[in-house]
């Protein structure tokens, strides 16, 4: 469907973000990055009303998908099990 390169840069980006950055800030700039891309022109448009619902809803979809591709692709990558980590002891604590 697509070509040897496209694919590759393709991964090579979803690697980048997905192993640099956390998925709750990634998601959180992907909404933002919809909402304006979308919101601005409906802004300019069909009014205000228009920009807030359809660049949420625009937002809100985006960052679904992006939730969806990170669990999807990397189901492992993030994953803390509370159980297998160690016990963190406060840096002021005393030993006794």
Same mark, same amino acid.
């Given at each position: #469907?697509?070509?040897?390169?496209?694919?590759?840069?393709? $991964?090579?980006? +979803?690697? *980048?973000? +997905?192993?640099? #950055?956390?998925?709750? !800030?990634?998601?959180? !700039?992907? *909404?933002?990055?919809?909402? &304006?891309?979308? @919101?601005? /022109?409906?802004? *300019?448009?069909?009014?205000?009303?228009?920009?807030?619902? $359809?660049?949420?809803?625009? @937002? %809100?979809?985006? @960052? %679904? #998908?992006? %939730?969806?591709? &990170? $669990?999807?692709?990397?189901?492992? %990558? =993030?994953?803390?099990? $509370?159980?297998?980590?160690?016990?963190?002891?406060?840096? =002021? +604590?005393? /030993?006794?």
């Amino acid at each position: #469907m697509f070509s040897p390169a496209i694919h590759d840069t393709v $991964l090579t980006v +979803a690697d *980048f973000v +997905a192993q640099r #950055m956390p998925p709750t !800030l990634t998601v959180v !700039l992907v *909404f933002a990055i919809a909402y &304006l891309v979308v @919101g601005i /022109p409906v802004h *300019f448009r069909r009014g205000a009303e228009s920009r807030d619902v $359809l660049g949420s809803l625009a @937002g %809100l979809f985006a @960052g %679904l #998908m992006y %939730l969806v591709f &990170l $669990l999807g692709v990397y189901p492992g %990558l =993030h994953s803390v099990h $509370l159980a297998d980590a160690p016990p963190r002891v406060a840096s =002021h +604590a005393t /030993p006794r």
